[in-house]
C-alpha cells in the first residue's frame, strides 16, 4: 500500500470517527443525525419543495405530474387458462387494431390500441419532439395527439392518424383546421392540472411559437378555464352537435377525473359524445403546481371502473369508446385496462421517456432529461428526430407483442375479447371498484358481499352498502354484468365438504 493511500485511509479513518462519535454521543439539537427524523417525516422532496418555494415566491411546476401513484395495478392479475378454456393456437394472429368512435362517420380505425396522448408544442415539447412523436406513432400503426397546441403542417405530415385537441387556448377551434383531423377532442382538463388557467410568459415564446399560435409580439399565451363560448352544459352539447355535423370524424371529451364523474359523463352522453377520454390523477403535464398534480382529482383505476360502469349501465358501452389515460407505463397496465373496459390508452410520460431514451444522456448528469425535450430546454436542438421516432416504434411494438402474448394464455384472438372474467385482485375494495374476482375465492364461489356491494358486517350479517339502510348500491358482479350466472356462496366450503 503507498503513502498516499494510507494516509487517505487514515484521514477518512479519523473524519468518520469523529462523525460517529457526535451523532451517538450528542444531544439532538446539536446533533447532525437530527436531519434523519426530519426527512423521515417531512420527506426529502418536500423539503427540497419548500426551499423552491422560499426562493421563487410563486407556484412550482414540476415537470412529468405527481410522483403520487393511487392505482394500484399490481394487485390486479391476468388470469391465464389451460383446459377449462385451451389457449388460442400459436400460429393464430391475435387481433389488436381498434375503432374509436364507432358511429362516427368516419371512425377513426388504429391498428392498436395504444395512442400517444395530448402534449402540445411550444407550451410543452419543441417541434423536433413532437415531429418524432408522430413520426414513431405512424411507424407503430397508431395516433399522435396535437395537444393544446395549433395544427401544425409538419405535425400533419408526420401524423398518419392526428386527433386535434379544440382547445382552451382557442388555437385549434377554426373549422378549416378541424377539417384536417382524423378525431376532434374536446379538451376541458386534464388529469395533471384540472381545468386551472395556464399562462406561458411572453418571454419565454419564441419567433416560431408566436407565429404558429397567432401571438402578437408581446403577448402570453393563455390557456383559460373554458373553452371559449362554452359558459354552460347546453352550450357544450351544442358545440359537440356542430362538430359532430360538420366534420364527420370522432368527437371525444376529455376531461380531469373527478368525483363529479357521472354528473359530467351524463352531459357528455347527452351532447352525443364519441368516445370519452378519462384522465387520472398520475397523468403528466410538461410542468404544473403541485397541489394541482398531488391533490385534484380520482386515480386512474377508480376512474376507469366508475366510468365504464356508468357508460355500461346507461346502455351506450358500443357506441361511445373509453380512452384511459394517466399514470399507465407498462403493457400490463395497459392489458389490464383493456381488460376492464377501455378500448383504448393514452401514454404521455412513458413515451416520452421512449423517444428521449439514450438520447436524454445528452443533458445528464448536469441537467435533467427534459431539458432534452422541451421547447425552452437547454439542449432541443441536439435531439435527432429519427432516432426518437425509431426509439418510440420500438418500445410499441415491444408493447403490444408483450400483451398479444398474454392474450394468447388467455385463450382470446383479439384485444377487443378482453374482459372482467380475465382479471382478478387480491384486494377485496378493488374486487367491487372494478367488478372482477377476489383471487381468495374461486370464480363460481365468489362471496355475496361482493356481488352486490355489500361489506360483511361484525356478527357475520350483510351490512347495506356503504353503511347505509337504504341499500341503494348497483355494484354488480363481472359474471352478472357479461350476462352470465354464478352459484353464490357467503361461506364457501373447503373441498373436502363438496
Same mark, same amino acid.
Given at each position: 500500500m503507498g503513502l498516499l493511500s494510507r494516509l487517505g485511509r487514515s484521514l477518512m479513518d479519523g473524519m468518520v470517527d469523529s462523525m460517529m462519535q457526535r451523532m451517538l454521543t450528542e444531544p439532538y439539537p446539536e446533533n447532525v443525525f437530527a436531519m434523519v427524523p426530519i426527512l423521515n417525516k417531512v420527506h426529502v422532496m418536500n423539503v427540497v419543495e419548500t426551499g423552491m418555494r422560499a426562493a421563487q415566491g410563486k407556484p412550482l411546476s414540476r415537470p412529468l405530474g405527481s410522483p403520487i401513484v393511487l392505482s394500484d395495478w399490481n394487485k390486479i392479475l391476468i388470469n391465464p387458462v389451460h383446459l377449462c378454456r385451451m389457449p388460442t393456437p400459436d400460429d393464430v394472429t391475435i387481433d389488436t387494431s381498434v375503432v374509436i368512435g364507432p358511429r362516427a362517420r368516419r371512425p377513426l380505425k388504429l391498428d392498436i390500441p395504444i395512442l400517444i396522448t395530448g402534449m402540445s408544442y411550444g407550451g410543452a415539447l419543441s417541434l423536433q419532439v413532437k415531429l418524432a412523436l408522430a413520426r414513431g406513432a405512424s411507424m407503430a400503426g397508431t395516433a399522435a395527439n396535437t395537444g393544446e397546441a395549433p395544427l401544425l403542417p409538419e405535425e400533419r405530415q408526420e401524423a398518419r392518424w392526428l386527433i386535434g385537441q379544440y382547445n382552451r387556448g382557442g388555437w385549434l377551434n377554426e373549422d378549416d383546421d378541424l377539417a384536417q383531423l382524423d378525431a376532434i377532442e374536446i379538451q376541458l382538463g386534464q388529469g395533471a392540472q384540472a381545468a386551472a388557467p395556464q399562462t406561458t410568459p411572453e418571454w419565454m415564446i419564441g419567433?416560431?411559437?408566436?407565429?404558429?399560435?397567432?401571438?402578437?409580439?408581446?403577448q402570453?399565451?393563455?390557456?383559460? %378555464?373554458?373553452?371559449?363560448?362554452?359558459?354552460?352544459?347546453?352550450?357544450?352539447?351544442?358545440?359537440?352537435?356542430?362538430?359532430?355535423?360538420t366534420h364527420?370524424?370522432? @368527437?371525444?371529451?376529455?376531461?380531469?377525473? %373527478?368525483?363529479?364523474?357521472?354528473?359530467?359523463?351524463?352531459?357528455?352522453?347527452?351532447?352525443?359524445?364519441d368516445y370519452f377520454v378519462v384522465d387520472g390523477a398520475e397523468g403528466g403535464t410538461h410542468g404544473g403546481p403541485t397541489i394541482l398534480q398531488d391533490d385534484v382529482?380520482?386515480?386512474?383505476?377508480?376512474?376507469?371502473?366508475?366510468? @365504464?360502469?356508468?357508460?355500461?349501465?346507461?346502455?351506450?358501452?358500443?357506441?361511445?369508446?373509453?380512452?384511459?389515460?394517466?399514470?399507465? @407505463?407498462?403493457?400490463?397496465?395497459?392489458?389490464?385496462?383493456?381488460?376492464?373496459?377501455?378500448?383504448? @390508452?393514452?401514454?404521455?410520460?412513458?413515451?416520452?421517456?421512449?423517444?428521449?431514451?439514450?438520447?436524454? %444522456?445528452?443533458?445528464?448528469?448536469?441537467?435533467?432529461?427534459?431539458q432534452v425535450a422541451l421547447y425552452t430546454g437547454r439542449y432541443g436542438e441536439d435531439f435527432d428526430i429519427e432516432e426518437g421516432a425509431r426509439d418510440l416504434a420500438n418500445f410499441l411494438r415491444s408493447c403490444v407483442?408483450?400483451?398479444?402474448?398474454?392474450?394468447?394464455?388467455?385463450?382470446? %384472438?383479439?384485444?377487443?375479447?378482453?374482459?372482467?372474467?380475465?382479471?382478478?385482485?387480491?384486494?377485496?375494495?378493488?374486487?367491487?371498484?372494478?367488478?372482477?374476482?377476489?383471487?381468495?375465492?374461486?370464480?363460481?364461489?365468489?362471496?355475496?358481499?361482493?356481488?352486490?356491494?355489500?361489506?360483511?358486517?361484525?356478527?357475520?350479517?350483510?351490512?347495506?352498502?356503504?353503511?347505509?339502510?337504504?341499500?341503494?348500491h348497483r355494484a354488480r358482479s363481472a359474471a352478472h354484468a357479461d350476462g352470465r350466472t354464478r352459484r353464490e356462496s357467503p361461506s364457501p366450503q373447503p373441498d373436502s365438504a363438496r
Open positions: 419567433p416560431d411559437y408566436r407565429e404558429a399560435y397567432r401571438l402578437r409580439p408581446g402570453d399565451a393563455r390557456i383559460r %378555464t373554458r373553452l371559449p363560448g362554452v359558459d354552460s352544459p347546453r352550450d357544450f352539447i351544442r358545440l359537440v352537435e356542430r362538430l359532430r355535423k364527420g370524424v370522432p @368527437v371525444g371529451l376529455k376531461i380531469c377525473a %373527478t368525483h363529479h364523474l357521472e354528473r359530467e359523463l351524463d352531459i357528455a352522453l347527452q351532447a352525443g359524445i382529482g380520482l386515480p386512474t383505476l377508480h376512474a376507469l371502473a366508475r366510468t @365504464v360502469r356508468y357508460i355500461e349501465e346507461a346502455g351506450m358501452k358500443d357506441d361511445v369508446s373509453i380512452i384511459a389515460a394517466g399514470g399507465l @407505463v407498462s403493457p400490463g397496465h395497459f392489458l389490464k385496462a383493456l381488460a376492464l373496459g377501455a378500448d383504448a @390508452v393514452y401514454i404521455g410520460t412513458i413515451a416520452l421517456l421512449a423517444t428521449l431514451h439514450t438520447q436524454m %444522456t445528452k443533458a445528464l448528469v448536469f441537467e435533467p432529461a427534459p407483442r408483450e400483451m398479444e402474448l398474454a392474450t394468447y394464455s388467455l385463450g382470446k %384472438t383479439a384485444f377487443s375479447q378482453l374482459d372482467r372474467s380475465d382479471l382478478c385482485t387480491v384486494d377485496a375494495d378493488l374486487a367491487q371498484l372494478c367488478r372482477i374476482d377476489y383471487a381468495n375465492f374461486p370464480p363460481d364461489r365468489q362471496p355475496a358481499w361482493l356481488q352486490d356491494g355489500r361489506e360483511p358486517a361484525q356478527d357475520g350479517r350483510q351490512a347495506p352498502a356503504n353503511g347505509r339502510a337504504d341499500g341503494r
